[in-house]
């Protein structure tokens, strides 16, 4: 027994020295209490947790006013955790321009002068942003004598001393108030069409106009609204009026209308631009019911871009060919009124024209003795005359919305003709055929499409 004890104790002093040199470099894990712990093989360091949040405001373009009630407004913000809702999130508020208007951190927008800001919500490493805008106070009077310092204007609006004139194809004004309602006195001789836009609404709201009179353009919930009135109709359905002085009438107050966009854009069409049968179907002929221009492709674009825009256009019309035609009405206020327009007063960024159609039909049918050669020349005389009123605006030739100008001989003849001007700054663009609305003319769905494509190379060209 003595032995086997004395040959256990020599074993452990022989092992002792590798027991201390292993514990030199690798010390055994201890606890509070001192004693040895053994890590687990099988457990792996916690990763720290990465969260998904999302952040939404509650309201988009904010319109204020300068006066009470309307002068303030609660823009909350609201976030997500993972997908789910974060009620106590610390969320932090910044106004780009605190002199137009402020924001607590309440989430409470304050006006303090006339003008355009943002307004930025931000949580973690998301954040949202909105344009908050603060409108002046108008008087009745400046909106109804139609004064640009309270109103906005499209499409070569005449404003007489009597009465305001719409003729082109959406014509029209931008009027804002305080309130909930805003009606509009008309006058017309055929049945027309305006549409309405409320609020941003892209979309509008049709209106026939079968008499002259009174109408409700729109009632809302108390608050500030913009409003914008477009004549949906042609010129072939003759003049929309209002009478100067008492235009408009709100149940609350006038205020001055959000500057325009820098942006201009001037177009020159025919009845595929004026939106012949846009609403229709190819077996109907064209009625006011089935046309509307704010639905074809040149305010499409306009909209898209957020573009200030002239927009002429009928249906017949020609570059020059016939006795109403693009080059002679170019430069007066509408294809109903022969009063002088000044062209340069509207700087435009971008002219596009869009003619060809009737054009290439004259030139190529028996039915009439205009040839191909001429609609050349033609053509390229309205580009010069284009030019002289615009010198730096880019000219966008677009064609080949319907049959006649989608031939190969009708883009080289356009082609040759911008070639003839020896002018740089025009560019071609074929845009896509269609015969489905009524009076065979483009539907709806192809004055989107040609929008969309028209809007990306004007994108493409104020990018240069």
Not at 214 to 222: I, N, R
Not at 294 to 303: C, R
Not at 394 to 416: L, N, Y
Not at 422 to 443: F, Q, R, T
Request: glycine share 6%.
């Amino acid at each position: 027994m003595k032995k086997r004890i004395l040959a256990c104790a020599l074993c452990a002093l022989m092992l002792l020295p590798f027991a201390v040199a292993c514990g030199e470099s690798n010390p055994p894990d201890t606890g509070d209490n001192g004693e040895i712990t053994q890590p687990n093989p099988e457990e792996k360091p916690e990763k720290p947790t990465k969260h998904e949040y999302k952040l939404s405001l509650n309201k988009h373009n904010l319109l204020l006013a300068l006066s009470a009630p309307y002068d303030s407004v609660t823009e909350l913000a609201t976030v997500t955790e993972d997908g789910k809702p974060l009620p106590n999130a610390n969320i932090t508020y910044t106004s780009a321009d605190e002199a137009v208007a402020t924001i607590d951190e309440n989430g409470v927008v304050t006006a303090v002068a006339a003008g355009e800001t943002s307004i930025t919500a931000s949580y973690e490493s998301v954040s949202a942003t909105t344009r908050v805008r603060v409108l002046a106070s108008a008087t009745a009077e400046e909106i109804n004598a139609f004064d640009e310092s309270a109103v906005n204007l499209y499409s070569r609006t005449y404003v007489g001393s009597k009465r305001v004139t719409f003729d082109n194809v959406c014509a029209g004004v931008d009027i804002a108030f305080a309130g909930t309602k805003l009606t509009g006195s008309f006058t017309v001789s055929n049945m027309s069409k305006i549409r309405v836009f409320v609020d941003g609404d892209t979309d509008g709201k049709e209106m026939i106009l079968e008499k002259t009179g009174e109408v409700t353009l729109c009632e809302l919930a108390a608050g500030v609204h913009t409003v914008r009135v477009l004549k949906a109709a042609s010129p072939q359905y003759k003049s929309i009026t209002m009478p100067v002085g008492k235009a408009f009438q709100t149940d609350g107050e006038f205020l001055k209308a959000p500057a325009k966009s820098d942006l201009k854009i001037e177009f020159i069409g025919d009845s595929i631009t004026a939106g012949c049968g846009s609403l229709g179907k190819s077996s109907q002929t064209q009625t006011v019911e089935n046309s509307d221009p704010t639905k074809a492709y040149a305010y499409l674009t306009a909209q898209a871009l957020d573009a200030d825009f002239n927009i002429q256009a009928l249906e017949g019309v020609c570059a020059k060919d016939g006795g109403i035609n693009a080059f002679n009405t170019y430069m007066n206020y509408g294809y109903n009124m022969n009063v002088p327009y000044d062209a340069t007063k509207f700087d435009a960024d971008v002219v596009v024209i869009g003619l060809g159609e009737n054009d290439m039909w004259h030139a190529t049918s028996d039915l009439f003795t205009y040839t191909v050669e001429a609609f050349r020349t033609d053509y390229a005389d309205l580009i010069r005359l284009v030019r002289q009123s615009h010198p730096n605006a880019a000219i966008v030739c677009a064609f080949g919305m319907m049959p006649a100008s989608s031939t190969k001989q009708a883009e080289e003849t356009i082609r040759a003709a911008v070639k003839d001007t020896e002018d740089s700054n025009v560019y071609c663009v074929k845009m896509l055929s269609n015969e489905a609305g009524g009076a065979s003319h483009p539907n709806a769905a192809s004055h989107k499409k040609n929008a969309e494509t028209l809007t990306a190379l004007i994108r493409e060209i104020l990018a240069k």
